[in-house]
């Protein structure tokens, strides 16, 4: 499975960014589908995951900011960011695997991967 991110970029504290990522290739259903970010120095963290058609799964630090969406559980997902923060600086990847994560946002459990979207807020 390829996956291929866009819509990163740069945007002021309080503003908004979407990202999308789409998948080809050998592709069937159930896609899992997922966004983890990595700041400078860390390791790679779980941001938010579809897993199945209306089961969303959010990281703390961006319940009520960041939406997740798989049109019909489908190869495209998308990430809305609102109200992003400095702090939301960081590199963002978007991962898939085919079946059901054990942990829906650990890293190991998905074995497909974009090369990464820059998202950076200036405050």
């Known amino acids: 499975v390829q996956l291929v991110e866009s819509g990163g970029g740069s945007v002021q504290a309080g503003g908004s960014l979407n990202l999308s990522c789409v998948a080809s290739?050998?592709?069937?259903?159930?896609?899992?589908m997922a966004w983890f970010r990595q700041f400078p120095g860390k390791e790679r963290e779980g941001v938010a995951a579809s897993i199945t058609i209306g089961e969303k799964i959010y990281a703390d630090s961006v319940k009520g900011r960041f939406t997740i969406s798989q049109p019909n559980g489908g190869n495209t997902v998308y990430l809305q960011m609102t109200d992003l923060k400095p702090e939301d600086t960081g590199m963002y990847f978007c991962a898939a695997r085919h079946g059901v994560p054990i942990d829906d946002l650990d890293v190991d459990d998905y074995n497909n991967w974009g090369q990464g979207t820059r998202v950076t807020v200036s405050s």
């Open positions: 290739g050998i592709i069937y259903a159930p896609l899992s």
